[in-house]
């Protein structure tokens, strides 16, 4: 048995396997991700540990800049709603959202 089986398994069968050992105690107050450690322990699996994703930043765009573009965004999407462009308020608000995201993981950094 694998941890990735283990983690899919419920709170319920997951007690019910960590009855099956005697060095477990307290396995009804336990949280699923607490019996799936103790039990990934006693069966001797490795820690999972999923890599973090890194955030690509573009580093020659300021959040000036940024916060421009995001504004003159707004402008044309409040044209495209009196106009009743659907398509291209829907891009719009894509890109929007996209400089949005920028400048957040800029001030991140």
Not at 8 to 28: D, F, I, N, P
Not at 68 to 80: H, N, P, Q, T, W
Request: net charge positive.
């Amino acid at each position: 048995m694998t941890r990735h089986e283990l983690e899919k398994m419920t709170v319920v069968k997951l007690r019910e396997e960590a009855m099956k050992y005697s060095e477990l105690t307290g396995v009804h107050g336990m949280k699923k991700e607490e019996l799936v450690g103790a039990l990934a322990q006693l069966m001797g699996l490795p820690e999972e540990e999923k890599p973090k994703k890194k955030q690509k930043v573009k580093k020659d765009v300021s959040k000036k800049d940024l916060k421009k573009d995001i504004l003159s965004l707004k402008g044309k999407r409040d044209e495209a709603i009196q106009a009743k462009d659907g398509k291209t308020l829907k891009r719009i608000r894509k890109r929007i959202k996209k400089a949005k995201r920028s400048l957040r993981k800029l001030a991140v950094a």
